[in-house]
């Protein structure tokens, strides 16, 4: 069964400063997709960024990237220039391709220090 | 642009009671349709899913059942409430084509206490 694991429940960065938020994951498929997902004190679910296994090139929307490891079944989020709003928990999930399923992991609570 | 709507946004309930929570989806049509639920403190668990009308595939059995009665609509139910009912359920939709899923987007929740 594919599982996803975030092994830092808590991270906190200084504003401005950079932050690696970890996420590995266990799966035998070769096609699937990968994501993180914040959310805030709201509630809701906002996805920052999608890797599709296939892609070798890591996705990059604006302040946040990825350091995906294939082989290694890393998938790790960077945040640069952190800003206060971006506390909240981060959720990094997983999905294989054609599944309906999305498994998420536990989650990474963020602070962000002003 | 699609958007999703959850209400009612807050719910508190006794043990015992029945449950009706509905979710609606604007700007697409045939869409994946999900709930899931959080726990305090904790990941999303899928509850259910649903790739069209009247079809509806259950991953955790419990106390729970969904129904799917027109295409952009998805309601969570049930007829006994239980304590272990309580916590946060999102609904989400994703399209479908070619043997791939898309992104699932969320909506905003509602948070659900049994007392």
């Known amino acids: 069964a594919q599982t996803v694991t975030q092994s830092q429940p808590e991270m906190s960065v200084q504003e401005a400063e950079t932050v690696t938020l970890s996420c590995t994951y266990d799966?035998?498929?070769?096609?699937?997709?990968l994501f993180w997902y914040k959310q805030p004190p709201s509630r809701q679910m906002i996805l920052v960024i999608r890797?599709?296994?296939?892609?070798?090139q890591n996705a990059t929307e604006n302040r946040f990237s990825v350091n995906f490891q294939k082989a290694a079944k890393s998938f790790s989020l960077k945040i640069s220039d952190s800003q206060l709003g971006d506390a909240a928990m981060y959720f990094c999930?997983?999905?294989?391709?054609?599944?309906?399923?999305?498994?998420f992991g536990a989650g990474t609570r963020l602070f962000v220090k002003a | 642009s699609q958007t999703i709507h959850q209400w009612p946004a807050t719910l508190v309930q006794p043990v015992g009671s029945p449950l009706s929570l509905e979710c609606t989806v604007e700007g697409t049509s045939n869409p994946n349709l999900y709930w899931y639920r959080q726990a305090a403190g904790r990941g999303l668990q899928l509850l259910f899913y649903s790739v069209g009308i009247g079809q509806i595939s259950s991953e955790v059995p419990q106390n729970l059942s969904a129904s799917r009665p027109q295409d952009r609509q998805f309601i969570l139910s049930s007829k006994k409430l239980l304590l272990s009912d309580s916590g946060f359920y999102l609904c989400?939709?994703?399209?479908?084509?070619?043997?791939?899923?898309?992104?699932?987007?969320f909506g905003p929740g509602t948070r659900l206490t049994v007392l």
């Open positions: 799966t035998s498929e070769s096609d699937y997709y």
């Open positions: 890797q599709e296994a296939y892609k070798q």
């Open positions: 999930a997983y999905r294989r391709t054609g599944g309906f399923k999305t498994i």
């Open positions: 989400a939709w994703s399209v479908h084509w070619e043997g791939r899923t898309d992104t699932q987007y």
